[in-house]
C-alpha cells in the first residue's frame, strides 16, 4: 500500500520545438544568396536549435529516469501484492482455526449441558430419597453441595464459554470486513498495476519513436552540414583555381611581353620609317636597337619574374647600373630605355634612372610611340646650331610641354588602371557565383576593336576637334559633367615630381 501511494506522477515535457522546426525549414528553402548573406541568422537558428536538441534529449532522459521509477514502483507493489496474498492465507488459517475452537466449545457445551440435566434428575432423586433416607442426609447433603459447587462452576464456565462464542463471533466479523476490505486494495492494486504497465508500455513505445526522430534529425542535420560543407570547399577551390589561373595568364603575359615589344616596335619603326637595327655592331645583345641621328638607341623589355612586385623596383635599378655596358659602346645613345607592362606601373615610384654616364628611362608599352617620335623629331633638328633662338625655344617649349602630358598621361592611366585592377578584383571576390559566371560568358563574348592605322593615312587635328566636342556632348546629354578648366586645374595641382623634402 505504502509504494502505490508513492507512485511517481509523471514529469511535464517541454515539447517546443519550434526553433528545430524553423531550423530545418530555412535549410530547406534557403538559397545561394542565403548562403552568402544570412549565414549568421542561420548559425543563430542552428544554436537555438540545438538548445530544442538538447530539450529533447532531457526529455529522454527524464522519461528512462521516469520509467525506471515506475518499474520499482510496480516491482514494490508486486511485493506488498505477495505480501497481501500471503497475510489473507494467514486469515483464512486462523478464521478456520476459530471456527474448529468453536465447534469443540459448542460440544463441550452440550456435554456441559446434558451433565447439567443428569445432575438435576439425580439432584431430584436424591432429594426423594432425603426424605426417606435420613441417614443418609449428611452424605446427600455434602453431595448436593459439591453438586452446587459443580453446578457453580459449570455455570461459570457456560458464562465463559459463551463471552468466547460472542467474541470469536465478533472477532470473525471483524476478520471478515478486514477481508473484504483486503480484497477490495488488492482488486484496486490489481487496476493500478495494470494501469501503470500500459503506461510504461506507452511510454516505452513513445521514448523509441524520440529515440527514432532524435536520430533522423541528427543524420539530416548532419547531412545537411556535410552538403554545406561541401558547396563551401567546392567554391573556396574553385576561387582558388581562378586566381590561380588569373595568375597563370598574367605570368604569361609578363613572359611574352618581350616579344610583344619587339613587335610593337618593328610596327613603330615601319610606320614611321625608323630604321631597327637587328644585328647590333658594338658589344652586347640588347632586346631592340634605332638607328637614330647616327646613334643606337637601345629599348630593352623588361617584366617581373614572379607575381611579387615588391621587388621589381630594386631589379630595375639593378638592370640600370649594368646598362652602363651599352652606354659606353661607341655610337650608342647615353639614354637608354626600359620598356615594362602597363599593369606593373603602379610598383614604382622612380622612373628615371640617372648615372654620370648614361640615363636609363622606364616607360610603358604604350608610351613607345610618341618616345621614338620625339627621337625622330630631334634627328630633323641636327642642325639645331642653324637655328634662331626664337626657333630654339620654341622647339623646347613644345618638346616640354610634350614631355610634360606624356607624362600627365602616364600618371592618369596608372590610376586608372589600379582602379580597373581593383574593380575587377571586386567583382571576382563579391559577385555571387552564378552571376559572376554570365559576365565571364560576356566578357568572352565582348570584342573591342579600336580604329586601324594606316601609313597613307594621316589624322587631321580637324577631325579629332569634331570626335571630341561630339564625345562631350553625348556626355553632357547624359548628364555627365565635362568641365575642362576644373580638370586642367585640379589635375596641374598634381604634384608630378617629388619634392626635395621627400
Given at each position: 500500500m505504502s509504494a502505490f501511494r508513492n507512485t511517481p506522477q509523471p514529469f511535464a515535457m517541454n515539447n517546443n520545438l519550434d526553433n528545430l522546426k524553423r531550423f530545418l525549414e530555412s535549410i530547406k528553402t534557403i538559397g545561394f544568396f542565403g548562403r552568402l548573406f544570412g549565414w549568421k541568422k542561420i548559425k543563430n537558428q542552428l544554436i537555438d536549435a540545438s538548445t530544442d536538441l538538447q530539450k529533447v534529449i532531457t526529455n529522454s532522459e527524464n522519461l528512462q529516469e521516469t520509467v525506471s521509477k515506475l518499474e520499482v514502483t510496480t516491482n514494490g507493489l508486486n511485493k506488498d501484492l505477495e505480501k497481501a496474498k500471503e497475510e489473507l492465507i494467514r486469515k483464512d488459517s486462523a478464521i478456520g482455526k476459530l471456527n474448529l475452537t468453536i465447534q469443540d466449545s459448542a460440544s463441550k457445551i452440550s456435554s456441559f449441558t446434558s451433565d447439567l440435566s443428569a445432575a438435576q434428575t439425580t439432584i431430584k432423586s436424591h432429594e426423594g430419597q432425603i426424605n426417606s433416607l435420613s441417614s443418609d442426609n449428611r452424605i446427600l447433603s455434602e453431595k448436593n453441595?459439591?453438586?452446587?459447587?459443580?453446578?457453580?462452576?459449570?455455570?461459570?464456565?457456560?458464562?465463559?464459554?459463551?463471552?468466547?462464542?460472542?467474541?470469536?463471533?465478533?472477532?470473525?466479523?471483524?476478520?471478515?470486513?478486514?477481508?473484504?476490505?483486503?480484497?477490495?486494495?488488492?482488486?484496486?492494486?490489481?487496476?493500478?498495476?495494470?494501469?501503470?504497465?500500459?503506461?510504461?508500455?506507452?511510454?516505452?513505445?513513445?521514448?523509441?519513436?524520440?529515440?527514432?526522430?532524435?536520430?533522423?534529425?541528427?543524420?539530416?542535420?548532419?547531412?545537411?552540414?556535410?552538403?554545406?560543407?561541401?558547396?563551401?570547399?567546392?567554391?573556396?577551390?574553385?576561387?582558388?583555381?581562378?586566381?590561380?589561373?588569373?595568375?597563370?595568364?598574367?605570368?604569361?603575359?609578363?613572359?611574352?611581353?618581350?616579344?610583344?615589344?619587339?613587335?610593337?616596335?618593328?610596327?613603330?619603326?615601319?610606320?614611321?620609317?625608323?630604321?631597327?637595327?637587328?644585328?647590333?655592331?658594338?658589344?652586347?645583345?640588347?632586346?631592340?636597337?634605332?638607328?637614330?641621328?647616327?646613334?643606337?638607341?637601345?629599348?630593352?623589355?623588361?617584366?617581373?619574374?614572379?607575381?611579387?612586385?615588391?621587388?621589381?623596383?630594386?631589379?630595375?635599378?639593378?638592370?640600370?647600373?649594368?646598362?652602363?655596358?651599352?652606354?659606353?659602346?661607341?655610337?650608342?645613345?647615353?639614354?637608354?630605355?626600359?620598356?615594362?607592362?602597363?599593369?606593373?606601373?603602379?610598383?614604382?615610384?622612380?622612373?628615371?634612372?640617372?648615372?654620370?654616364?648614361?640615363?636609363?628611362?622606364?616607360?610603358?608599352?604604350?608610351?613607345?610611340?610618341?618616345?621614338?617620335?620625339?627621337?625622330?623629331?630631334?634627328?630633323?633638328?641636327?642642325?639645331?646650331?642653324?637655328?634662331?633662338?626664337?626657333?630654339?625655344?620654341?622647339?623646347?617649349?613644345?618638346?616640354?610641354?610634350?614631355?610634360?602630358?606624356?607624362?600627365?598621361?602616364?600618371?592618369?592611366?596608372?590610376?586608372?588602371?589600379?582602379q580597373f585592377i581593383e574593380l575587377a578584383y571586386k567583382c571576382e571576390a563579391d559577385l555571387p557565383k552564378d552571376i559572376l559566371e554570365s559576365v565571364i560568358d560576356f566578357e568572352r563574348a565582348g570584342v573591342l576593336n579600336p580604329p586601324l592605322e594606316r601609313r597613307a593615312k594621316a589624322i587631321p587635328l580637324a577631325e579629332l576637334e569634331k570626335e571630341n566636342k561630339k564625345n562631350n556632348q553625348d556626355a553632357t546629354g547624359r548628364g555627365i559633367l565635362i568641365a575642362d578648366e576644373n580638370i586642367s586645374k585640379t589635375l596641374n595641382d598634381l604634384p608630378l615630381y617629388k619634392s626635395s623634402n621627400d
Open positions: 453441595t459439591q453438586f452446587t459447587l459443580d453446578n457453580k462452576k459449570l455455570a461459570e464456565n457456560a458464562a465463559t464459554n459463551t463471552q468466547t462464542i460472542s467474541d470469536l463471533t465478533k472477532r470473525k466479523n471483524e476478520l471478515d470486513i478486514e477481508l473484504a476490505k483486503t480484497q477490495r486494495d488488492l482488486n484496486s492494486v490489481q487496476i493500478e498495476s495494470s494501469e501503470i504497465k500500459k503506461q510504461n508500455t506507452q511510454l516505452l513505445k513513445d521514448d523509441e519513436f524520440r529515440k527514432e526522430q532524435h536520430s533522423n534529425s541528427l543524420a539530416a542535420l548532419q547531412k545537411i552540414q556535410d552538403q554545406i560543407q561541401n558547396e563551401r570547399s567546392k567554391e573556396i577551390e574553385e576561387r582558388n583555381l581562378a586566381g590561380i589561373e588569373r595568375m597563370r595568364k598574367l605570368k604569361e603575359t609578363w613572359s611574352n611581353h618581350q616579344e610583344a615589344v619587339s613587335i610593337a616596335i618593328k610596327s613603330l619603326c615601319q610606320k614611321h620609317t625608323v630604321e631597327y637595327v637587328i644585328k647590333v655592331p658594338f658589344k652586347g645583345d640588347p632586346d631592340n636597337t634605332l638607328m637614330i641621328c647616327n646613334e643606337h638607341v637601345v629599348f630593352d623589355a623588361k617584366s617581373p619574374g614572379s607575381d611579387d612586385l615588391t621587388n621589381f623596383p630594386n631589379y630595375l635599378k639593378d638592370q640600370a647600373e649594368k646598362a652602363k655596358k651599352y652606354a659606353k659602346q661607341e655610337n650608342v645613345k647615353t639614354d637608354i630605355f626600359f620598356v615594362i607592362p602597363s599593369n606593373t606601373l603602379e610598383s614604382l615610384e622612380v622612373f628615371v634612372h640617372r648615372y654620370s654616364d648614361h640615363n636609363v628611362y622606364v616607360i610603358p608599352v604604350h608610351a613607345l610611340e610618341p618616345i621614338i617620335l620625339s627621337l625622330k623629331k630631334i634627328e630633323e633638328y641636327e642642325f639645331a646650331e642653324q637655328l634662331s633662338p626664337e626657333d630654339r625655344e620654341n622647339i623646347c617649349r613644345v618638346l616640354g610641354r610634350f614631355a610634360h602630358l606624356s607624362k600627365r598621361r602616364i600618371q592618369v592611366d596608372s590610376f586608372f588602371a589600379k
